[in-house]
């Protein structure tokens, strides 16, 4: 078995080192390795000759460039005289001259590189050079130029020809849509009406517009090298244009197949995860919020802003794991624009995050609930929408107040409904008698006026509380319990004119101090006793302030 080993694997490493040394330049043909010092004669875009052998200290490649300088004085000549243009031979080489510049010499060697004999491979250079020279001779008649500049024109002409025609043809094509976008219009349940709203930028007439644009850009692409063909000085321009164009047109489409085929598979899989992960996350938030799942210590109104917070968290880790395919996001430019939009986003948005951030902690601090009466600072209303940003609630002057989360962590907030429905929320109503007046006389009527009260709550007994021996009197506060917040301005208005005619029936004013001293014998605040009005039904006012303030 080892033997069979060692076997295998000096086989292997004899063929890695017969490849080697098959792709080693060294051991290649050299007449191939060879072509790559050889020299190229190029004139008016053509390759004419290809010189092999080096002329004394001069390579191919120099004979070649000096040949194409040659070339290039004899064309830049008003007139070219091929008469002008013969062969001189001696017994190692044969020149090739026009009037006085010797253009090239063919060698010995030229002709044993190729296998000819030399006076025949002068007689073809010399074939060859004359026939580009009758080329260039033709291009400097007045006939050459008149036909060219004619042809131009024509090629031009059939250019505007073109545009002309294409023009009509869009502008029929965009009446025949209009015509077909007003009898979509007319059928109400057609999906297409939604792409053609009134007005002439329709969806139509802007995909007409740039397919439009577009034929007119491939019909001059196209056009272009027929129309510059003709002129021998603008034959370059389209294919100076051309390279111009698609060195990058090629690299943006090569940048499009490389991001294609391989990062936008990652792209669209971490999107789909994303989707997915988000999905099961919404179907569970909705099961607490309904209730049909339930976790220990975990609140029903945490489902939704739960889902909210976890749902950001996640498109930010897909962005996270997105950046690094999306093109070009490694280079100093796209880097340069993400701090600076990092920036502003951190410099306008303190206020906005601060008030997020509040909007959290008051989510799972529940410091109240949708419905809930409250006073936050100096309002007091119904709490009617909470977010992440601002709470939004309603007085009960039905005034929409909508205040920042952060003010709310930064200030007192009371909630009269949280207790409310179990222990009931007390109304303290104040009162301030005089010391002529018994404390147990003041104490007797404040309870008797807790009692002829409606709609309070019976099942905690009222109390009152002297608060306070002033200068001039006895301030007294009566206690009473209900269970509805929502009324509760309607019920301190109840007490205090049941207070008030408790103490009326009883002869006790209800005065300062300050105005009994200054009365001079004035009569007594205390109305007289009118006759009783048989009840006629229930007060219009207090029905609808109990419309207004009913609360369960």
Aim: no cysteine; net charge positive; aromatic share 12%.
């Amino acid at each position: 078995m080892l033997r069979i080993f060692l076997v295998i694997l000096l086989t292997v490493g004899s063929l890695s080192v017969f490849a080697q040394t098959a792709n080693s330049p060294e051991l290649k043909d050299p007449q191939m390795s060879s072509t790559s010092h050889f020299g190229y004669v190029v004139f008016n875009r053509d390759t004419l000759l290809t010189i092999r052998t080096s002329l004394g200290p001069f390579s191919p490649v120099e004979r070649a460039s000096a040949i194409d300088k040659k070339l290039l004085l004899i064309e830049d000549e008003p007139r070219i005289s091929i008469d002008s243009l013969h062969i001189v031979s001696s017994e190692n080489y044969s020149i090739i001259i026009y009037k006085d510049i010797s253009i090239l010499s063919v060698t010995d060697d030229d002709a044993a590189a190729i296998g000819k004999e030399r006076n025949d491979l002068a007689a073809e250079t010399f074939a060859v050079v004359k026939e580009a020279l009758v080329k260039i001779g033709k291009t400097k008649s007045i006939v050459f130029w008149i036909l060219r500049i004619f042809y131009t024109l024509l090629a031009v002409a059939g250019l505007f020809l073109i545009y002309k025609l294409t023009n009509r043809f869009f502008r029929w094509l965009t009446g025949y849509v209009e015509h077909y976008q007003n009898d979509i219009k007319e059928k109400h349940k057609s999906f297409w009406r939604y792409l053609a709203p009134k007005g002439p930028d329709s969806f139509f007439a802007f995909l007409l517009k740039i397919s439009k644009i577009a034929v007119l850009i491939v019909i001059l692409l196209l056009y272009m090298p027929l129309m510059f063909s003709f002129l021998p000085w603008t034959r370059g321009i389209v294919t100076d244009f051309y390279v111009f164009i698609s060195d990058p047109l090629k690299d943006i489409l090569l940048g499009l197949w490389e991001f294609i085929s391989k990062k936008l598979v990652f792209i669209v899989l971490i999107i789909f995860i994303s989707k997915y992960l988000l999905r099961v996350i919404y179907y569970i938030s909705s099961e607490l919020e309904t209730g049909k799942l339930k976790f220990k210590g975990f609140h029903q109104d945490w489902a939704k802003p739960t889902y909210n917070i976890v749902r950001i968290l996640v498109i930010a880790f897909t962005l996270v794991f997105i950046w690094p395919y999306i093109p070009g996001s490694d280079s100093p430019a796209f880097k340069g624009v993400s701090i600076f939009l990092g920036v502003l986003f951190s410099l306008g948005s303190t206020s906005a995050i601060a008030n997020i951030v509040a909007g959290i902690v008051i989510t799972y601090m529940r410091p109240f609930q949708i419905g809930d009466r409250v006073k936050i600072g100096e309002t007091v209303g119904d709490i009617v929408e909470k977010n992440l940003l601002v709470t939004r609630m309603t007085t009960i002057k039905n005034e929409d107040v909508t205040i920042p989360n952060s003010t709310i962590i930064n200030t007192h907030l009371m909630n009269f409904t949280k207790n409310a429905s179990k222990l009931g929320i007390i109304l303290h109503p104040t009162v301030t008698i005089g010391y002529d007046v018994p404390s147990d006389t003041v104490i007797k009527l404040l309870l008797a006026a807790a009692k002829n009260t409606p709609n309070l709550t019976r099942e905690f007994k009222p109390f009152v509380l002297q608060k306070s021996l002033s200068d001039f009197y006895v301030e007294y506060e009566l206690n009473v319990y209900t269970k509805q917040p929502g009324k509760m301005a309607f019920f301190y208005s109840e007490l205090y004119k049941s207070i008030l005619n408790e103490f009326n029936k009883a002869g006790v004013e209800i005065m300062s101090p300050h105005y009994t001293a200054y009365r001079d014998g004035n009569k007594s605040t205390i109305p007289e006793q009118q006759p009783e009005q048989p009840v006629k039904g229930p007060d219009p006012v207090t029905n609808i302030i109990d419309k207004i303030t009913k609360k369960d």
